[in-house]
């Protein structure tokens, strides 16, 4: 069974810095995303790390976050640096579909900026 598990969400000052976490089990991947949903807002693209190829970042994102992954356990980190109020929102772990599986999203976890 395919289970994505988030951490590592917050309430920090504008300007802080979170470290979010996504334990991936039950499949090998070469890809895993995060998003993001805002109140009132639909769920966006935030980061995608590839097994073979550079991270590819939401523009709001780039320069500030970084996607990466530790290969012995399985998970795959979000550093996200210089928050800003506008970064609030529940953040999602996503693995991609492909040709053997569906996708499969986390529960997310919360990330609240305050000004």
């Known amino acids: 069974q395919v289970q994505l598990v988030e951490s590592g969400g917050g309430s920090v000052q504008a300007g802080g810095s979170l470290r979010l976490s996504c334990s991936v089990s039950?499949?090998?991947?070469?890809?895993v995303g995060w998003y993001r949903q805002a109140p009132g807002s639909q769920r966006e693209f935030v980061a995608l790390w590839y097994d073979d190829r550079d991270p590819k970042y939401s523009e709001s994102a780039q320069g500030r976050f970084t996607i990466s992954r530790d290969n012995a356990r399985n998970m795959v980190f979000l550093q996200m640096n210089s928050l800003k109020p506008e970064d609030t929102g529940v953040y999602y772990c996503n693995l991609p579909s492909n040709a053997a599986r569906r996708g499969y999203w986390g529960q997310g976890t919360q990330v609240t900026v305050s000004s």
């Open positions: 039950g499949s090998s991947f070469d890809a």
